[in-house]
């Protein structure tokens, strides 16, 4: 299983990215995928989760912001990051678990700076 993350970049407030994470090793469609991030001096927290069905579920501060989405055929999940904050500044993280073992991408730095 590999999850390799990609997009993340400098952008400035009020700006746009989409971060990808490109999945091998195992089937994307039977399972769910999460987005986490890590900003510097604070502990991993949770932004996005799609399920195998597509429901999703948000983190309240990226809510309304923020779109994961999935394309099973590409084995690709997407985060599409909005009005981006200084607060958005951190690692991202793709994540999933199979059979009871968690894994996560490498991540890639996302900077929101003037």
């Known amino acids: 299983v590999q999850l390799v993350e990609s997009g993340g970049g400098l952008v400035q407030p009020g700006g746009s990215l989409r971060l990808s994470c490109a999945a091998s090793?195992?089937?994307?469609?039977?399972?769910?995928m999460s987005w986490y991030r890590q900003a510097p001096g604070k502990e991993r927290e949770f932004v996005a989760r799609?399920?195998?069905?597509?429901?999703?579920n948000y983190a309240d501060s990226v809510k309304g912001r923020f779109t994961i989405s999935r394309d099973n055929a590409k084995n690709t999940v997407y985060l599409q990051m909005n009005i981006l904050q200084s607060e958005d500044t951190a690692v991202y993280f793709c994540?999933?678990?199979?059979?009871?073992?968690?894994?996560w991408g490498q991540g890639t730095q996302v900077t929101v700076a003037s």
């Open positions: 799609i399920s195998s069905a597509r429901g999703t």
């Open positions: 994540y999933t678990e199979l059979g009871g073992n968690h894994y």
């Open positions: 090793g195992f089937t994307l469609s039977r399972y769910a």
